[in-house]
């Protein structure tokens, strides 16, 4: 059987690769960390098979341990602090756990692999948000990278020490440049969550309307269940390598906000939305989307689902979520 270590299991993309580790019978470890993690409960619910090991990525102790008790054969750093906006008013936590927390890591599975480099496969979240003020259109995995917040620049330094630890010592280490991802077990601070959760309430008279950023922002979002698919595939081949996962479609908020209150019967949703610069950021990542070509020759992983459904799939989710909530 073979086993996984998963750091970030208690985010959107740890629950759904667990799953799919899962039904492929691997033994699956995953790394939660604090004390009284507020998520313990939700990943116990929702993936009672895997088994939580406590550890943190700023602490190197705690991730040897967490190998030396799991014996992995697949490491997946999920692991991060993961909304950009907050990286600015945190940029050294970010850039202790986004950042420094990969080369911990990496530091983890060398030693624990001493005898044998390839004992262990790695994989790392690297993010589109890298690319940041884009310096080609579409962003493949050859694009300069020109980070626009203190997460982006942090997990630049993830990705490259991925690719020295791959080209230093001979690990399989990949990495996964992931387009946004988007489902709903997306947490509430993330647009795509932040509009569905809203369009949901608004429809059910619990709420009057929403405030928002920038709503020309432009993203290629698909669905959280196909990228972690992805994932594991880049760990199935025989060379690690780099891959750009994206649907190649991009969206604005606007967009977003159309299609959103449009699965509610909102057509127009100029009157419920308001624009607060509480929510814009110093430096703004305009436009996005990915080449995943690679990927799709080399892996064989294309994304099923669209924008329109991904974004029905949400509200959908909401609505019964918010008013089981209510009726509460
Ligand atoms: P992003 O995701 O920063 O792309 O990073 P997010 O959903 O937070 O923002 C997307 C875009 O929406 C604009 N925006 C708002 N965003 C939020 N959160 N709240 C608002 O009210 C709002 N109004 C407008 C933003 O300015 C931005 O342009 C995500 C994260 O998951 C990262 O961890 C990951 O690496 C990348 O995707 C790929």
């Known amino acids: 059987m073979a ?23 691997y033994e699956v470890f995953g790394l939660i960390r604090g004390q009284n993690n507020p998520k313990l409960d939700l990943v ?22 967490a190998m030396e008790s799991s014996q992995p054969d697949e490491v997946y750093n999920l692991g991060a602090i993961s909304f950009v906006a907050y990286s600015w008013e945190n940029a050294m936590l970010t850039t202790d756990v986004t950042g420094k927390g990969v080369l911990n ?44 917040s203190p997460y982006g620049v942090a997990k630049v330094f993830g990705h490259y020490m991925t690719i020295n630890y791959r080209e230093s010592y001979g690990m399989h280490a990949s990495s996964g440049i992931l387009f946004n991802h988007e489902s709903p ?29 920038n709503l020309d922002a432009k993203r290629d979002w698909g669905f959280a269940g196909d990228y972690v698919e992805a994932m594991w595939l880049m760990l199935q081949q025989d060379t690690a390598d780099d891959y750009v996962i994206s649907t190649g479609v991009t969206h604005s908020i606007k967009e977003l906000l159309d299609v959103a209150f449009a699965a509610v019967g909102i057509d127009d949703w100029a009157p419920y939305v308001t624009q607060d610069p509480r929510f814009m950021r110093p430096a703004e990542v305009e436009l996005l989307i990915g080449d995943s070509t690679k990927a799709r020759t080399t892996l064989g992983w294309e994304p099923k689902v669209a924008f329109t459904e991904l974004v029905q799939m949400m509200v959908a989710n909401d609505l019964v979520e918010q008013r089981a909530q209510a009726g509460r």
């Open 185 to 213: 077990r997306r947490g509430p601070e993330f647009v795509t969550r932040k509009i569905s959760q809203a369009v949901s309430r608004i429809k059910l008279g619990l709420q009057d309307g929403i405030t928002m950023g």
């Open 105 to 148: 890591i990496l530091e983890a599975v060398r030693l624990y692999s001493h005898d044998d480099p390839h004992k262990v496969r790695f994989y790392q979240a690297s993010s589109s948000e890298m690319f940041g003020k884009v310096q080609e259109v579409p962003q493949r995995e050859s694009t300069l990278l020109w980070p626009r």
């Open 44 to 65: 116990r619910a929702t993936v009672p098979e895997v088994k939580l090991l406590t550890g943190d990525l700023t602490d190197l102790s705690s991730l040897l341990r």
């Open 3 to 25: 086993r996984a270590l998963i750091t970030g299991i208690t985010g959107q993309d740890g629950l759904y690769l667990s799953e799919l580790l899962l039904s492929k019978g």
